[in-house]
């Protein structure tokens, strides 16, 4: 039993609980929430280098062997999405400490945040298809608290479009696990996926492997499926929306990852090629949508729609290659988001609008704050030498090879369109004067100084080192998604790990 | 049986869907509820109906004896009952202060997030 397996989960469970007993009193749960997410990491760096040594960790609950049980399984993939999910949360949490507004901490967003942590946790760490529903689940409860916490009228229909579509896939999804078991009597991942095999009606496995497509399609915010993203990602305030946007629709990239690599790689050409399309036209919607629009978090809402369509993309080329830029992908982009995110909150702190036609000027007093938006916004266009860059070249070296010619055509300009509006937002927020109507001038040249003004810089810096340390020093990160992409593109070894267990 | 009951699902998700599609907020919640029993119905009739079989073990046996029904779909059923239950509370909620907020149940006139 390896406790490193246990910990990603419990810790965020545990601070969940302990916030909810200190509800009075905020500062503990502000010391909480930063201690935790610090464990969280701390715990995930443990479970990575782990599972660098040990290839793949199981952990069978309570002591029964493996198809009986339920697993928590940790390969390369996971163990890298619990580093990623330590990193943004310890990050959110620092950033909270300044951004969130007091009511919202006196209404329970803290607890929240932890237990939405440990949903997001639990799904990256479950070998069973039916625990997969349940953290999803625990994870949405938890997201829909938050994206309605404060009320205010735009986040009430933010939040029902959210809600309903997010339910509705769930509903699909359940249905999908029920099928599931009827065909194969068994909701142990690595077991459904070596019985899958020899079901005698080949047909139904694809219907219910679309019906998975669908589902986790909804919430990972695929074309066509993606509406509710744009219409609700920035309503709430802004550390919840950079959570959102950094973890929420990966794990349905991540379950779309273990799905269709583990177990339903029967019809390939026929899925896939689904997946295919579903990424050109996510990355293409995506995008325009992005260049159509003129308040800064709703261009990058948008902006996650198309970048799912580059991980999409890596997962349904299905070579060795286009899975390495995939995870790379996810890696690079759950940082660079959350990091934009962040830094949209400042220059709504300093200028006290979102709306790009209202911003302005920010170049002139805060040059350093201008570079720390650079430095992502530019990782996510793809220049070289940050982590986007690679990312980008790694998928579209792949579909090259895959002789996908559109497709790459596509992705390439994609990128361009990205540029575009990242200079958008560049020339618009930092660049130009402040404008005219603008009455209150004074409120960016005073230093505006609360307390804990440091904890607004904190992580937009961490973060931006994280994607100058991918971009300058890609090789060990390769190395990872390497590893990552040869465990999923040989799910024998999955299946084997966790079924091996039970001769011991 | 069994295909009656496949039709009963059926019918609960097209009604569900349509439920769904309407433009109160009610409705759209109603629609919901009629999805998530869809689906725990559609999980209790794919693994097989069983009748008169309960899945215990004869006292001092130490296998099953005869024909017992799987116990491991109620308990799937039984787990997607508490969730969709307390997904329920928060949707009724939502849809309270939603209406509040918004004054109107009319799902056409909250635009205001969409682009």
Same mark, same amino acid.
């Given at each position: 039993?390896?406790?490193?397996? *246990?910990? /990603?989960?419990?810790?965020?469970?545990?601070?969940?609980?302990?916030? %909810?007993?200190?509800?009075?009193?905020?500062?503990?749960?502000?010391? &909480?929430?930063?201690?935790?997410?610090?464990?969280? !990491?701390?715990?995930?760096?443990?479970?990575?280098?782990?599972?660098?040594?040990?290839?793949?960790?199981?952990?069978?609950?309570?002591?029964?062997?493996?198809?009986?049980?339920?697993?928590?399984?940790? $390969?390369?993939?996971?163990?890298?999405?619990?580093?990623?999910?330590?990193?943004?949360?310890?990050?959110?949490?620092?950033?909270?400490?300044?951004?969130?507004?007091?009511?919202?901490?006196?209404?329970?967003?803290?607890? &929240? +945040?932890?237990?939405?942590?440990?949903?997001? @946790?639990?799904?990256?760490?479950?070998?069973?298809?039916?625990?997969?529903?349940?953290?999803?689940?625990?994870?949405?409860?938890?997201?829909?608290?938050? %994206?309605?916490?404060?009320?205010?009228?735009?986040?009430?229909?933010?939040?029902?479009?959210?809600?309903?579509?997010?339910?509705?896939?769930?509903?699909?999804?359940?249905?999908?696990?029920?099928?599931?078991?009827? +065909?194969?009597?068994?909701?142990?991942? #690595?077991?459904?996926?070596?019985?899958?095999?020899?079901?005698?009606?080949?047909?139904?496995?694809?219907?219910?492997?679309?019906?998975?497509?669908?589902?986790?399609?909804?919430?990972?915010?695929?074309?066509?499926?993606?509406?509710?993203? /744009?219409?609700?990602?920035?309503?709430?305030?802004?550390?919840?929306?950079?959570?959102?946007?950094?973890?929420?629709?990966?794990?349905?990239?991540?379950?779309?990852?273990?799905?269709?690599?583990?177990?339903?790689?029967?019809?390939?050409?026929?899925?896939?090629?689904? !997946?295919?399309?579903?990424?050109?036209?996510?990355?293409?919607?995506?995008? %325009?949508?992005?260049? #159509?629009?003129?308040?800064?978090?709703?261009?990058?809402?948008?902006?996650?729609?198309?970048?799912?369509?580059?991980?999409?993309?890596?997962?349904? &080329?299905?070579?060795?290659?286009?899975?390495?830029?995939?995870?790379?992908?996810?890696?690079?982009?759950?940082?660079?988001?959350?990091? !934009?995110?962040? *830094?949209?909150?400042?220059?709504?702190?300093?200028?006290?609008?979102?709306?790009?036609? $209202?911003?302005?000027?920010?170049?002139?007093?805060?040059?350093?704050?201008?570079?720390?938006?650079?430095? /992502?916004?530019?990782?996510?266009?793809?220049?070289?030498?940050?982590?986007?860059?690679?990312?980008?070249?790694?998928?579209?070296?792949?579909?090259?090879?895959?002789?996908?010619?559109?497709?790459?055509?596509? @992705?390439?300009?994609?990128? !361009?369109?990205?540029?575009?509006?990242?200079?958008?937002?560049? @020339?618009?927020?930092?660049?130009?004067?402040?404008?005219?109507?603008?009455? $209150?001038?004074?409120?960016?040249?005073?230093? *505006?100084?609360?307390?804990?003004?440091?904890?607004?810089?904190?992580?937009? *810096?961490?973060?931006?080192?994280?994607?100058?340390?991918?971009?300058?020093?890609?090789?060990?990160?390769?190395?990872? #998604?390497?590893?990552?992409?040869?465990?999923?593109?040989?799910?024998?070894?999955?299946?084997?790990?966790?079924?091996?267990?039970?001769?011991? | 049986?069994?295909?009656?009951?496949?039709?009963?699902?059926?019918?609960?998700?097209?009604?569900?869907?349509?439920?769904?599609?309407?433009?109160?907020?009610?409705?759209?919640?109603?629609?919901?509820?009629?999805?998530? =029993?869809?689906? =725990?119905?559609?999980?209790?009739?794919?693994?097989?109906?069983?009748?008169?079989?309960?899945?215990?073990?004869?006292?001092?046996?130490?296998?099953?004896?005869?024909?017992?029904?799987?116990?491991?779909?109620?308990?799937?059923?039984?787990?997607?009952?508490?969730?969709?239950?307390?997904?329920?509370?928060?949707?009724?909620?939502?849809?309270?202060?939603?209406?509040?907020?918004?004054?109107?149940?009319?799902?056409?006139?909250?635009?205001?997030?969409?682009?």
């Amino acid at each position: 039993m390896n406790p490193e397996l *246990v910990l /990603p989960i419990l810790i965020p469970l545990t601070a969940g609980a302990l916030s %909810l007993a200190f509800w009075r009193s905020v500062r503990l749960q502000r010391m &909480l929430a930063v201690i935790a997410t610090g464990l969280l !990491l701390g715990s995930g760096v443990w479970l990575m280098r782990s599972t660098i040594e040990q290839g793949f960790l199981v952990a069978e609950m309570g002591s029964w062997p493996a198809p009986f049980s339920i697993v928590l399984v940790s $390969d390369m993939l996971g163990a890298i999405m619990i580093v990623l999910t330590g990193i943004i949360g310890l990050a959110i949490a620092i950033y909270s400490l300044a951004s969130t507004p007091r009511g919202h901490e006196k209404f329970g967003y803290y607890p &929240l +945040m932890h237990l939405l942590l440990a949903g997001v @946790a639990g799904a990256f760490l479950t070998g069973d298809i039916f625990n997969l529903f349940v953290w999803f689940e625990v994870m949405l409860l938890a997201s829909f608290a938050l %994206l309605t916490l404060g009320g205010e009228r735009a986040q009430m229909e933010g939040a029902i479009k959210y809600v309903t579509l997010n339910l509705f896939s769930s509903a699909i999804f359940l249905s999908a696990v029920g099928l599931l078991y009827g +065909m194969v009597g068994t909701l142990n991942m #690595a077991d459904i996926a070596q019985k899958l095999n020899s079901v005698e009606d080949p047909g139904m496995v694809t219907v219910v492997s679309l019906m998975f497509m669908m589902s986790f399609g909804i919430k990972a915010a695929a074309f066509p499926l993606f509406f509710w993203l /744009p219409a609700s990602y920035h309503t709430p305030q802004v550390a919840v929306s950079a959570l959102f946007a950094g973890l929420l629709t990966k794990v349905g990239v991540y379950a779309l990852y273990r799905v269709f690599t583990l177990i339903f790689t029967q019809d390939v050409a026929y899925t896939h090629t689904i !997946l295919l399309w579903a990424a050109a036209l996510t990355m293409l919607t995506g995008v %325009l949508g992005a260049a #159509a629009q003129f308040e800064f978090r709703r261009i990058l809402s948008f902006h996650i729609v198309s970048q799912i369509g580059y991980m999409l993309l890596g997962l349904a &080329l299905f070579t060795p290659l286009a899975l390495i830029g995939g995870v790379f992908y996810i890696m690079h982009h759950i940082i660079v988001k959350t990091n !934009l995110f962040l *830094v949209s909150g400042i220059t709504y702190r300093l200028l006290g609008s979102y709306e790009l036609k $209202d911003l302005g000027g920010v170049y002139r007093q805060r040059p350093y704050l201008a570079l720390l938006f650079l430095i /992502p916004a530019l990782s996510l266009a793809g220049i070289p030498p940050l982590s986007g860059f690679f990312a980008k070249f790694i998928v579209v070296r792949a579909s090259l090879e895959a002789s996908e010619y559109v497709i790459t055509a596509i @992705a390439l300009l994609v990128g !361009l369109l990205t540029l575009y509006s990242m200079i958008k937002i560049w @020339a618009e927020v930092f660049w130009k004067k402040v404008p005219e109507h603008v009455a $209150d001038v004074s409120r960016l040249n005073g230093d *505006v100084k609360d307390k804990h003004n440091w904890a607004y810089y904190v992580p937009v *810096v961490g973060l931006a080192m994280c994607t100058l340390i991918i971009g300058l020093y890609g090789q060990p990160v390769y190395v990872l #998604a390497e590893t990552a992409a040869n465990q999923l593109m040989n799910p024998q070894l999955y299946i084997e790990a966790v079924l091996g267990g039970q001769s011991k | 049986m069994e295909t009656m009951m496949a039709y009963v699902v059926g019918v609960l998700f097209a009604a569900g869907i349509y439920m769904m599609l309407r433009r109160s907020i009610v409705k759209l919640v109603i629609g919901l509820i009629i999805l998530s =029993n869809a689906a =725990n119905l559609l999980i209790f009739v794919v693994s097989g109906l069983t009748r008169g079989a309960p899945p215990l073990i004869p006292d001092g046996a130490n296998e099953v004896v005869g024909a017992v029904a799987d116990p491991l779909p109620q308990a799937l059923i039984l787990t997607a009952i508490v969730i969709a239950f307390s997904v329920l509370a928060f949707a009724v909620v939502l849809i309270r202060r939603a209406y509040e907020v918004v004054g109107t149940d009319d799902l056409d006139k909250m635009k205001d997030t969409d682009t």
